[in-house]
């Protein structure tokens, strides 16, 4: 099966579902459009294949082609080597054309984005079709150990797309290159390095990174086999100096997309506008427990990630894991690297704390890891049916749930009260017992088919809370 980078129902390069973009929504803050790779930052290789004031060129050779980004430095080439410039085009714009003869090698300043996790972008097209293995690019360390590359048809098997950050291929043996244009992304972090093809990874499309410099690269080859080029076209390289999130690799594969053509070509929330020139929404991540997982109930668009993501047109990132503490939950938070540049919802405590731990304590934690300026909610702990008022799991779950509020009172959203109140004399489900207890009604509790649980919601009552949630995000104009 194949899953999109940024498209539903399941992301392969983490822990979390992705929940679809929707419609609709209230007034959220607006991020200016993408102006310019440099609007993310770390930016250091930028080969723009379009760009004739980088190239020194005689006739279509092109001799010299500059790095735009900030490293700085050059690729070189001299005599039957070089690619022509301008004979053929990406979209509208003039490219690369390198003919299998071709290669440009680097100078010295770019050899440094390897030496740490790095993201990577190629723009590219092979025109060797699906039965002749061929090199985009690599580049190697002084013992000729691969540390970045792009290999098409692999072994002559079409569709083989492998990618390197190290030694170790990052293989996609089913990628649609060979159906047009393609745009790669090796995504490297500090343990896993990821191969994205148009915007989208497979199962398996990973490996384990081994960072460090580089003392050769090559566009167009292999530097230590000249016999092994690349066919094809190099419209532009892009990298940067550090791990991108999930929607910042969205946003720069949209820009690369949109400047070449390739929009009718990509999987992602900007395959269908531009970002150049379209504001950006902030999107969201909602680490929790079984409350957020929702495990049991198999309709995906029952969860209240999904259900808030159609309401607000935004990405919904689900980081549930049924049965965590608020010590679990929040340790994924500070460890996450995917989805820093989101809005956070925190819904834990249900399980408690680990020893050693409180639900506040872990709850201000993952606060303070948060990037300064980060929009955050907060959502309570949920007494059972085994919990009623009075009981000693209702007076410590109480306990928690009142230290919070009264730590992050502008950030706390008590929905368990809130669910409670609709069974007041004259609401939608009313019962007596649930307000004598201060449990959530069995009606709004998830039936098995033989028994009615004590603690979880039912898909009715996971639809209320998303509602509330929703309501509040708009209030409040996110």
């Known amino acids: 099966m194949l899953n999109g980078l940024f498209a539903p129902p399941f992301s392969p390069i983490g822990r979390y579902r992705i929940s679809g973009r929707g419609q609709g929504g209230g007034?959220?803050?607006?991020?200016?459009?993408?102006?310019?790779?440099?609007?993310?930052?770390?930016?250091?290789?930028?080969?723009?294949?379009s760009d004739a004031a980088t190239m020194t060129l005689a006739?279509?050779?092109?001799?010299?082609?500059?790095?735009?980004?900030?490293?700085?430095?050059?690729?070189?080439?001299?005599?039957?080597?070089?690619?022509?410039?301008?004979?053929?085009?990406m979209g509208t714009l003039p490219s690369l054309d390198f003919s299998g003869t071709n290669h440009m090698d680097l100078s010295a300043e770019v050899m440094n984005l390897t030496a740490a996790a790095y993201s990577l972008f190629r723009v590219w097209d092979n025109d060797l079709g699906g039965t002749s293995f061929a090199i985009h690019d690599y580049g190697k360390n002084s013992g000729g150990t691969?540390?970045?590359?792009?290999?098409?048809?692999?072994?002559?098997?079409?569709?083989?797309?492998?990618?390197?950050?190290?030694?170790?291929?990052?293989?996609?043996?089913?990628a649609p290159e060979d159906a047009g244009p393609t745009i790669t992304q090796?995504?490297?972090?500090?343990?896993?390095?990821?191969?994205?093809?148009?915007?989208?990874?497979?199962?398996?499309?990973?490996?384990?990174?081994?960072?460090?410099?580089?003392?050769?690269?090559?566009?167009?080859g292999d530097p230590n086999s000249t016999g092994s080029r690349w066919n094809g076209i190099i419209s532009e390289i892009v990298g940067y100096n550090r791990v991108l999130t999930i929607d910042e690799g969205a946003l720069v594969l949209g820009f690369l997309a949109w400047?070449?053509?390739?929009?009718?070509?990509?999987?992602?929330?900007?395959?269908?506008?531009?970002?150049?020139?379209?504001?950006?929404?902030?999107?969201?991540?909602?680490?929790?427990?079984?409350?957020?997982?929702?495990?049991?109930?198999?309709?995906?668009?029952?969860?209240?990630?999904?259900?808030?993501?159609?309401?607000?047109?935004?990405?919904?990132?689900?980081a549930g894991i049924g049965g965590q503490t608020s010590t679990q939950v929040t340790n994924r938070s500070i460890a996450d690297v995917n989805y820093t540049d989101r809005a956070h919802i925190?819904?834990?405590?249900?399980?408690?704390?680990?020893?050693?731990?409180?639900?506040?304590?872990?709850?201000?934690?993952?606060?303070?890891?948060?990037?300064?300026?980060?929009?955050?909610?907060?959502?309570?702990?949920?007494?059972?049916?085994?919990?009623?008022?009075?009981?000693?799991?209702?007076?410590?779950?109480?306990?928690?749930n009142a230290a919070v509020a009264a730590a992050y009172p502008d950030n706390w959203l008590d929905i368990r009260s809130m669910l409670i109140a609709l069974s007041l004399p004259g609401g939608p489900?009313?019962?007596?017992?649930?307000?004598?207890?201060?449990?959530?009604?069995?009606?709004?509790?998830?039936?098995?088919?033989?028994?009615?649980?004590?603690?979880?919601?039912?898909?009715?009552?996971?639809?209320?809370?998303?509602g509330m949630i929703g309501d509040r995000l708009i209030a409040d104009g996110w």
């Open 27 to 49: 007034s959220p803050p607006i991020i200016p459009a993408m102006a310019a790779l440099t609007d993310i930052p770390g930016l250091v290789i930028d080969f723009d294949g």
């Open 59 to 89: 006739g279509t050779l092109v001799t010299e082609w500059a790095n735009k980004g900030f490293y700085g430095g050059k690729a070189t080439s001299s005599g039957t080597n070089r690619p022509n410039f301008g004979t053929r085009t």
């Open 146 to 174: 691969i540390r970045t590359g792009l290999a098409t048809n692999v072994s002559n098997t079409d569709d083989r797309v492998y990618q390197y950050s190290g030694a170790s291929a990052i293989p996609d043996a089913s």
């Open 186 to 220: 090796l995504r490297g972090t500090a343990s896993i390095a990821y191969n994205y093809i148009n915007g989208i990874t497979r199962s398996g499309a990973n490996g384990t990174p081994t960072y460090g410099a580089m003392t050769t690269w090559r566009f167009g």
């Open 259 to 318: 400047k070449w053509g390739l929009q009718g070509l990509i999987a992602g929330e900007w395959a269908t506008k531009d970002p150049r020139i379209n504001p950006r929404l902030t999107n969201f991540i909602a680490f929790g427990d079984s409350f957020t997982e929702l495990a049991y109930l198999t309709d995906v668009n029952q969860h209240w990630t999904n259900i808030l993501a159609a309401r607000l047109g935004r990405l919904v990132a689900d």
């Open 346 to 400: 925190f819904f834990c405590g249900t399980n408690g704390p680990d020893s050693g731990h409180t639900v506040l304590g872990d709850i201000q934690a993952a606060v303070a890891a948060l990037p300064a300026g980060t929009k955050f909610l907060i959502l309570p702990s949920f007494n059972s049916d085994n919990e009623r008022a009075g009981s000693q799991g209702y007076i410590n779950k109480m306990a928690n």
């Open 429 to 466: 489900f009313q019962d007596s017992a649930a307000i004598t207890n201060d449990v959530m009604s069995s009606q709004l509790r998830y039936f098995n088919g033989t028994s009615t649980d004590a603690l979880h919601p039912n898909a009715l009552c996971v639809s209320l809370y998303a």
